[in-house]
């Protein structure tokens, strides 16, 4: 909401697998030369969840469009997913190899820790939220035991 309310043109694709991102992209390629309008420039991974041979398929596939992956974790949650720290890791020598690939996190803290962990510059790419329609929602109360309490996580295995 935040990119379109400044003017870009934004979607967000529910994607499972490697092989979603790819047939998106292509379709919206397709369609963006068929209507003649802008292709896609940009593609932001939200967690390191691609493995890093279809990731360097789709960089070497599309070299005109920006792929970035971003880390939601700090490094100490990191630690309990092996797989997200092999994929970052793997993605510091795609990001040497490949023009059209970032490393990014969300938070600074993440980024500063990875570089000197690592070596390994990593940019700072932060949510954007849209708060335009904030409203004031005056005194809230604290959450009583009994009533529901409604949380939402996510994840992916």
């Not at 360097?56 to 990191?78: I, W």
Request: net charge positive; with cysteine.
């Amino acid at each position: 909401k935040s990119l379109r309310h400044l003017g870009y043109d934004v979607e967000v694709w529910a994607c499972n697998t490697s092989a979603d991102v790819q047939a998106r992209l292509e379709r919206a390629q397709n369609a963006a030369a068929t209507r003649g309008m802008h292709p896609v420039s940009h593609v932001v991974i939200s967690a390191p969840w691609i493995q890093t041979t279809d990731m360097q398929r789709l960089l070497m596939t599309y070299p005109d469009v920006q792929f970035a992956t971003v880390s939601h974790s700090n490094v100490g949650f990191l630690a309990a997913d092996p797989n997200g720290i092999q994929l970052l890791r793997e993605a510091i020598e795609l990001e040497a190899g490949f023009h059209n690939f970032s490393l990014c996190g969300n938070s600074t803290k993440f980024c500063k820790a990875w570089e000197l962990m690592y070596g390994a510059r990593t940019t700072w790419l932060p949510n954007l939220y849209d708060v335009s329609t904030m409203r004031h929602v005056g005194h809230r109360q604290p959450w009583i035991d009994g009533h529901k309490l409604r949380i939402g996580i996510f994840w992916r295995y």
